[in-house]
């Protein structure tokens, strides 16, 4: 029979460190207040990138715009030109907007993919919305088929929507009638994509040359189509996903020790799937069906932000959203930029600037 | 003796396998080890997760009064926990975070302040002997250091009914004993039950206040591990022929020789 110990074991105690003097206490606890302090920083200076870099596309364009005039077209001073108004309030405000938010949304529905999903390659693209959502623009585009009473602008946005949020419940319908985990969800989401490339070139093959143009235009990924009402949509539906999706953070790191240590320590993990799921399908199917077809933010922002500050969801979630966000804006600026006189598509520009950078981060971190 | 945990005639299964039909064993005491044993796919992973509530199971698991199986998974977790055999690879998160999170995500550390939380996950790592590897990377470490964490993540919650799943199995002598003599502190300072899978029976001879040996018939044996663990009850469950003998320090310590040939 072992004797009862006098003194428990220290981390029977509340605040085991208490006793002891007070420096000793804070030299022990340092490491991890710095390491937060850092990531805390890091978060920041994410935040300060992404404005930087939305100010300047802001004043990018073929029209010349300083910030003074950026300044007074905004509170309405003098000395600016009313065709100067007008463009900032319904052509460059607009646009950047767009690109933040759709970066923010596309980055933080990524980022719950890759933890509910426990695969870093998981992205509201790999589960087929965006296959899904292209057909169902091609639906429009190509055969003008939609919901009937729309006027024909919101066509195209509407199909795009219901056919990504329709492949998301799909899948879940299919996950939850076949019970399985992240595996058979990442399975189906491969059939999916498969599924609706193959539907969306049947609608190719019969398409008229001018709508085949307009098709191929949209799933490049474009966001000089979007308005204010596109954008107070998007803000509104990232105001509502990230807050839920941070109350839970505490969940979503501990998902990262596996579904079985997850359960045991008291995470509803289907549930936490589910709706992880539904804010995931909202964010990407809103993102496509504005812009179209852009990929890779959703990939490579969560995997910036994981090389960033790690997987603990109360910095990787911001600094996946961050990220996204001035990935996509930075996207918008080169698209201006690298060729004088052309607007590219900034689907095609988030790759061509996005894989570098992103290489750059994954060799400098080998060898590192 | 105070509370304890009564399992009795426990079914578990798979949609088309019963693991576990009709298990049930004497009381378990609070402040005892159990230690289950056993050949390999006799069932000890499936009993330990369905106390957990990982596995729907049938019968009854008393303890204070209540069947754990029956409570609410928010409710069981902060009774129970369940320690898997392995912390997966590719996490970016440091040992002091893994430890930190297990406690965070519990109704009890949902309110606690950083310090607080911290100082506990610094204290369990200290008397686990990893203290100095807080700040590192979980992917850098070794497998023994791994299963230390893991250990860790579940000591720090403090449950009253602590399920391990082969905690020794990556580890050398000395992190063994460091090991269980961590998990007999927790059972003896809270009063907790501690029910371990082992493979080493000389370290469930040397550890466990009672020992399981389950085959897949079933209970093959339970009771004292010196009165269990018999050379025939061996022989028989494992196949293999088995002595046990007296070391010089007065311990039984058992023996395989060969397999038990036709």
Same mark, same amino acid.
């Given at each position: 029979?072992?004797?009862?110990?006098?003194?428990?074991?220290?981390?029977?105690?509340?605040?085991?460190?208490?006793?002891?003097?007070?420096?000793?206490?804070?030299?022990?606890?340092?490491?991890?207040?710095d390491m937060v302090r850092r990531r805390r920083f890091l978060v920041a200076s994410m935040a300060g990138i992404l404005v930087v870099s939305f100010l300047l596309d802001v004043v990018t364009g073929?029209?010349d715009m300083g910030f003074g005039q950026l300044i007074?077209a905004l509170?309405?001073?003098?000395? =600016?030109?009313?065709?100067?108004?007008?463009?900032l !309030?319904?052509v460059r405000l607009p646009q950047a907007l767009t690109a933040v938010l759709v970066g923010a949304a596309l980055a933080l529905a990524g980022a719950e993919m890759q933890t509910?999903?426990?695969?870093p390659?998981?992205s509201p693209?790999?589960?087929? =919305?965006?296959?899904?959502?292209?057909?169902?623009?091609?639906?429009?585009?190509?055969? #003008?088929?939609?919901?009937?009473?729309?006027?024909?602008?919101? +066509?195209?946005?509407?199909?795009?929507?219901?056919?990504?949020?329709?492949?998301?419940?799909? +899948?879940?319908? +299919?996950?939850?009638?076949?019970?399985?985990?992240?595996?058979?969800?990442?399975?189906?989401?491969?059939?999916?994509?498969?599924?609706?490339?193959?539907?969306?070139?049947?609608?190719?093959?019969?398409?008229?040359?001018?709508?085949?143009?307009?098709?191929?235009?949209?799933?490049?990924g474009s966001i000089s189509?979007t #308005? !204010?009402?596109e954008v107070?949509?998007l803000a509104?539906a990232v105001a =509502?996903a990230f807050p839920?999706s941070f109350?839970?953070r !505490?969940?979503?790191?501990?998902?990262?020790? #596996?579904?079985?240590?997850?359960?045991?320590?008291?995470?509803?993990?289907?549930?936490?799937?589910?709706?992880?799921?539904?804010?995931?399908?909202?964010l990407a199917?809103l993102a =496509?069906?504005f812009v179209?077809?852009i990929g890779f933010v959703g990939l490579v922002a969560p995997h910036i932000a994981r090389l960033l500050v790690g997987e603990d969801h109360r910095f990787f979630l911001p600094a996946s959203v961050l990220t996204g966000a001035a990935v996509l804006s930075l996207a918008s600026l080169a698209s201006k930029l690298l060729v004088?006189?052309?607007l590219l598509p900034i689907g095609i520009v988030t790759s061509l600037v996005g894989i570098p950078v992103f290489f750059a981060l994954i060799v400098g971190r080998r060898s590192g | 003796?105070?509370?304890?945990?009564?399992?009795?005639?426990?079914?578990?299964?798979? /949609?088309?396998?019963?693991?576990?039909?009709?298990?049930?064993?004497?009381? *378990?005491?609070?402040?005892?080890?159990?230690?289950? %044993?056993?050949?390999?796919?006799?069932?000890?992973?499936?009993?330990?997760?369905?106390?957990?509530?990982?596995? /729907?199971?049938?019968?009854?698991?008393?303890?204070?009064?209540?069947?754990?199986?029956?409570?609410?998974?928010?409710?069981?977790?902060?009774?129970?926990?369940?320690?898997?055999?392995?912390?997966?690879?590719? %996490?970016a *998160?440091?040992?002091?975070?893994?430890?930190?999170?297990?406690?965070?995500? $519990?109704?009890?550390?949902?309110?606690?302040?950083?310090?607080?939380?911290?100082?506990?996950?610094?204290?369990?790592?200290?008397?686990?002997?990893?203290?100095?590897?807080?700040?590192?990377?979980?992917?850098?470490? $070794?497998?023994?250091?791994?299963?230390?964490?893991?250990?860790?993540?579940?000591?720090?919650?403090?449950?009253?009914?602590?399920?391990?799943?082969?905690?020794?199995?990556?580890?050398? /002598?000395?992190?063994?004993?460091? %090991?269980?003599?961590? %998990?007999?502190?927790?059972?003896? $300072?809270?009063?907790?039950?501690?029910?371990?899978?082992?493979?080493?029976?000389?370290?469930?001879?040397?550890?466990?206040?009672?020992?399981?040996?389950?085959?897949?018939?079933?209970?093959?044996?339970?009771?004292?591990?010196?009165?269990?663990?018999?050379?025939?009850?061996?022989?028989?469950?494992?196949?293999?022929?088995?002595?046990?003998?007296?070391? $010089?320090?007065?311990?039984?310590?058992?023996?395989?020789?060969?397999?038990?040939?036709?």
């Open positions: 029979m072992m004797p009862a110990p006098e003194t428990p074991p220290p981390w029977t105690h509340p605040m085991p460190l208490g006793a002891g003097p007070q420096t000793v206490r804070d030299q022990r606890m340092r490491p991890y207040l073929p029209v007074g509170f309405g001073l003098e000395g =600016v030109t009313p065709s100067e108004t007008v463009i !309030w319904s509910i999903l426990d695969n390659l998981a693209f790999t589960l087929g =919305v965006s296959a899904a959502g292209s057909f169902g623009a091609a639906l429009a585009v190509i055969l #003008g088929a939609g919901l009937p009473g729309l006027p024909p602008i919101w +066509l195209v946005p509407v199909n795009a929507f219901l056919f990504a949020f329709g492949s998301v419940l799909l +899948l879940q319908a +299919l996950a939850a009638r076949c019970g399985g985990g992240s595996d058979r969800l990442i399975l189906f989401g491969i059939a999916m994509v498969f599924t609706f490339n193959a539907l969306v070139a049947l609608t190719q093959f019969v398409a008229s040359e001018s709508a085949l143009q307009q098709f191929v235009f949209w799933t490049m189509r #308005g !204010w009402t107070a949509v509104l =509502v839920a109350a839970v !505490w969940q979503l790191t501990a998902l990262r020790f #596996g579904e079985d240590r997850a359960r045991s320590f008291g995470v509803p993990v289907a549930r936490l799937r589910l709706v992880a799921l539904l804010r995931v399908s909202l199917a =496509v069906a179209g077809t004088t006189g052309v | 003796m105070g509370k304890a945990l009564e399992i009795s005639r426990l079914c578990v299964g798979y /949609p088309r396998r019963q693991v576990i039909d009709d298990l049930s064993l004497p009381a *378990l005491a609070c402040g005892t080890i159990t230690a289950v %044993v056993g050949p390999n796919a006799a069932g000890k992973t499936t009993l330990l997760r369905a106390l957990a509530g990982l596995l /729907p199971a049938g019968g009854e698991a008393r303890y204070d009064g209540g069947n754990i199986l029956k409570l609410k998974p928010a409710q069981r977790a902060r009774l129970v926990t369940y320690m898997p055999q392995a912390l997966p690879q590719g %996490v *998160l440091t040992v002091i975070e893994a430890v930190m999170t297990a406690l965070r995500v $519990s109704s009890a550390g949902r309110d606690a302040s950083g310090r607080t939380i911290q100082a506990c996950a610094g204290a369990v790592l200290d008397r686990l002997g990893i203290g100095h590897l807080e700040m590192s990377a979980i992917d850098e470490l $070794s497998g023994g250091q791994r299963q230390l964490v893991s250990l860790a993540q579940a000591i720090v919650r403090r449950p009253a009914i602590l399920l391990l799943d082969e905690p020794t199995s990556a580890l050398d /002598p000395a992190h063994q004993i460091g %090991v269980m003599a961590a %998990v007999k502190d927790h059972v003896a $300072s809270d009063g907790a039950v501690a029910m371990v899978v082992l493979h080493d029976l000389n370290l469930a001879l040397r550890w466990a206040d009672t020992v399981v040996l389950l085959t897949e018939g079933g209970v093959r044996a339970v009771g004292r591990a010196e009165d269990a663990l018999t050379s025939a009850v061996l022989s028989d469950a494992y196949g293999v022929v088995a002595r046990v003998e007296q070391s $010089s320090l007065g311990r039984p310590y058992v023996l395989f020789d060969r397999i038990v040939g036709p």
